[in-house]
């Protein structure tokens, strides 16, 4: 058997969007994109939602439009994708990185320890697909010690008058916090829409706007939408219509727009999120539980609690006990069997980039522990019963061999 990581899910609906959207003579941003951002809107239970072209340029986006720039400092968890982080950086702020919980979300008692009068946003991650605590985070901002030191910078700042709180939901399409979708728990919320995720459009993101008064959603989108095309008052696909040539730039914007082509294939996918992908992916999960559950050693994610549910994005599974050379060793022995899995994540501070600016691992225990410890495993529509078996076979053999039964 051979077990890639996470192919995408290509079937004859994703062929034919392509095809349709190649064969209109429109392949850039225009309808497939408009009825990509209602289907998200939807699921996220939100009125208004932007597709950009990665979830980088969506993080980056936001806090353009919220006037983040030097000076300022953004928190975001230790244990993340790099992207979180360069997004605050490209923008000439600066990351401020605090240690996880057990569950691989953001402590939001070390972000209050990390609030400072700089601070303008928090981006908590849902690795894995598991939601962080937003009550808390929410909480958090509203404190009124936190309101105080907010320094607004900006009208955009100024009207919001606290801390922006910005989901990097990469991972999280689908899932549910206290009954809640993602896209709905906090200020803004952006997903990933890359190859690898639970719905792709080969790369892409999506910006979920959920602000509520004196913010209108719809002139929200607007303005990021404008920011996305370079400031530019009319789309081509508006340009290209007959007498409609005439345009402005009015602010200095980013070219981030998502193409039509590519949200062919996710709005294919999305069609069919909710009643068979995202249970498929539940499918495999409850399997590896069932399979795994007999082991002491296996140390399994949350997967469900309450009204709370992940998006089974990753399958994360921790091995007690062992070390971060023992974990390597027994990726090493899995690979053999021609499985590939990966670790998410290297955490940030042990990055050189991040380790050359100061940043130390040391100061993020809880990280470095689940780090050393994790190995995901492929979890996919396409995975078959049989190849669960293969794979947690494979993994229990690995584990006995380096660790000893
Ligand atoms: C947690 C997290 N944030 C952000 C990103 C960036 O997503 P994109 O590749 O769409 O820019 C990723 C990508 O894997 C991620 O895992």
Redesign the pocket.
């Known amino acids: 058997m051979n077990i890639p990581f996470s192919p995408p899910f290509i079937d004859d609906d994703v062929l034919f969007e392509v095809a349709e959207s190649l064969k209109s003579g429109w392949i850039t941003t225009g309808p497939k994109t408009k009825t990509l951002e209602e289907e998200i809107a939807k699921i996220a239970s939100v009125s208004h939602t932007l597709c950009v072209n990665?979830?980088?340029?969506?993080?980056m986006l936001v806090m353009k439009w919220f006037g983040v720039g030097p000076g300022d400092e953004v928190i975001v968890p230790s244990y993340?994708?790099c992207?979180?982080a360069l997004?605050v950086y490209h923008l000439g702020a600066t990351p401020i990185m605090v240690d996880i919980k057990s569950d691989f979300t953001i402590d939001p008692d070390k972000i209050l320890a990390a609030i400072s009068n700089r601070t303008k946003v928090i981006i908590p991650?849902?690795?894995a697909g598991w939601p962080a605590d937003y009550d808390a985070i929410n909480k958090i901002v509203s404190l009124p010690e936190v309101v105080r030191l907010f320094n607004p910078n900006g009208n955009v700042q100024k009207r919001l008058g606290r801390i922006l709180v910005m989901s990097?939901a990469?991972?999280s399409i689908g899932a549910f916090y206290n009954s809640k979708p993602t896209g709905s728990l906090c200020d803004i919320t952006?997903f990933?829409?890359?190859a690898?995720?639970n719905v792709t459009t080969a790369?892409?993101?999506a910006i979920t706007i959920n602000l509520s008064t004196p913010f209108i959603s719809s002139e929200v989108y607007a303005q990021m939408r404008l920011m996305s095309l370079n400031g530019q008052t009319k789309d081509a696909f508006t340009k290209t219509k007959a007498g409609g040539w005439r345009y402005d730039i009015i602010l200095p914007g980013f070219k981030m727009n998502m193409p039509d082509v590519c949200a062919a294939i996710g709005l294919a996918q999305i069609r069919k999120y909710g009643s068979f992908l995202l249970p498929e992916r539940k499918r495999v999960a409850e399997e590896y539980y069932r399979q795994f559950r007999k082991y002491s050693w296996a140390q399994l994610p949350l997967l469900k609690d309450g009204g709370t549910e992940s998006s089974y994005h990753l399958f994360a599974l921790r091995i007690n006990g062992i070390t971060e050379c023992q974990r390597d060793a027994i990726i090493d022995e899995i690979s053999l069997y021609n499985i590939a899995v990966n670790v998410?994540?290297v955490p940030m501070p042990m990055l050189t980039i991040f380790k050359d600016m100061g940043y130390d691992i040391k100061n993020h225990p809880i990280a470095y522990d689940n780090y050393s410890r994790e190995i995901s495993l492929p979890i996919y529509p396409q995975l078959t019963e049989e190849q669960v078996k293969y794979i947690v076979d494979a993994v229990t053999n690995s584990f006995n061999k380096v660790v000893g039964k």
Not at 54 to 59: F, V
């Open positions: 990665s979830a980088t340029s969506g993080l993340t994708y992207a979180t997004a991650v849902d690795i990097d990469a991972h952006v990933s829409l890359h690898v995720k790369e892409g993101g998410h994540f």
